[in-house]
């Protein structure tokens, strides 16, 4: 396995930029299991974040995958509950998102998936090519836990394995 935190990197953060890549609308027992369902919805952002480096761009995230723009709940199968609704636009889309930055997909340098939830790791099989770096531990829960779509449990990706806090 290639543990990510042992490599030594001598890249040069140039601009880092926060960009928008939707919204999910929840049930509030997402957030607070106290609350009655369906008694609250929120409409909470979905991010993704590009850092621009001396090495090439670097993605982190790649938010949900583009059918939500046409299908939002068809992501789930049609085991949603109704707890979750994603709202996408086209330009919420990881291409237009790249684009808008001065980006193609094959530009990215590395992505970053922090968790492999739809509205973190959605986009992953669209850099098949790309190394994408992830915590072997997100992985293996994505793999055994029910909720997970899919395309976010994508086998065969440039996965760079990390293990632990260090």
Sequence with gaps: MNHIWEESFSLAIKKLSL???????????????????????????????????????????????????????GLF????????????????????????QGYQLNDLAWLISSHLHFDHAGGNAMFPNTEIYLQRAEFDAAMKEQGYPEVCKRLGLNYKWGDGDN
Aim: proline content about 6%; overall charge negative; some cysteine.
């Design 19 to 73: 960009l928008p890549a939707g919204r999910c609308l929840v049930d509030g027992t997402i957030l607070d299991t106290r609350m009655e369902h369906g008694r609250l919805t929120v409409s909470l952002p979905v991010w993704v974040y590009l850092i621009e480096t001396t090495d090439g761009p670097i993605l982190i995230d790649t938010r949900m995958q583009e059918s939500c723009v046409q299908d939002p709940l």
């Design 77 to 100: 199968g049609g085991m949603s509950d109704g707890s979750i609704a994603p709202q996408m636009k086209e330009e919420d889309t990881i291409l237009n998102i790249l684009h808008c």
